[in-house]
């Protein structure tokens, strides 16, 4: 046979609040430590449920001499319908409190920012001067090439290019000379040459 499952917590208040109300008697800890293990709750923890049920003011408790005894009358859960009751109308003023604050804060964010012509107008100027911004933006990107560094940056661009060309000039002319000196018999064969790779009479240093 399968184990029984033992009872929740609720239930076991339950069971125990039954023997209180099933007998509308005065108990002795001791007392309902035996009673309990009958409905099911086991004796080791009958103390901490009676507690809980002390708690919520379902049972009472009260120091007779040297024992202290527990009871509850089927009308002491009224007791928990009165102070759940009383806990709802402290969250429910709370809650009006807040809303109360946040209806304040809300009109105050929107203070200044009633409609109005003026307000319309001012945020018509505003999406002007943001097109303005916009076009100006793009034409800045539309001339960049004009930007005065770029301008310095393409000028030494043409400085270097310019001095590298004169130098390989140099170079071309001095090969020419090289040529003419070693290879006399070749002169006419090397002008030929020349002719063809572009070399004329008119190539000369860039100025």
């Known amino acids: 046979m399968s184990k029984r499952k033992g009872l929740s917590l609720e239930d076991k208040r339950e069971q125990l609040l039954k023997i209180f109300y099933e007998s509308q008697d005065f108990f002795l800890l001791k007392e309902l430590e035996k009673l309990g293990p009958r409905r099911g709750v086991v004796s080791q923890t009958v103390k901490d449920v009676v507690q809980s049920l002390v708690d919520d003011d379902l049972v009472s408790k009260d120091k007779i001499g ?26 429910l003023a709370s809650a009006k409190e ?11 964010l929107q203070k ?33 090439d004009n930007d005065p560094t770029t301008v310095d940056a393409m000028r030494n661009a043409s400085e270097v290019a310019h001095e590298a060309a004169n130098r390989w000039t140099d170079n071309i002319f001095a090969l020419q000379h090289w040529c003419s000196s070693n290879f006399p018999e070749a002169k006419e064969r090397l002008e030929h040459l020349y002719r063809e790779v572009g070399i004329t009479e008119s190539f000369d240093y860039l100025e």
Do not use: M
């Not at 202290?68 to 109308?89: D, I, M, T, Y």
């Not at 920012?113 to 001067?129: F, G, Q, T």
């Open 112 to 144: 200044g920012r009633e409609d109005s012509v003026e307000r319309e107008a001012a945020l018509n100027d505003l999406r002007k001067i943001e097109e303005q911004y916009r076009k100006l933006k793009e034409e800045l990107e539309r001339y960049a």
């Open 66 to 91: 040297t024992s202290v005894f527990f009871w509850s009358l089927p009308s002491c859960a009224g007791n928990q319908l009165r102070h759940a009751h009383s806990k709802l109308e402290d969250d």
């Open 98 to 108: 807040k809303q109360a604050e946040l209806v304040l804060q809300k009109e105050s």
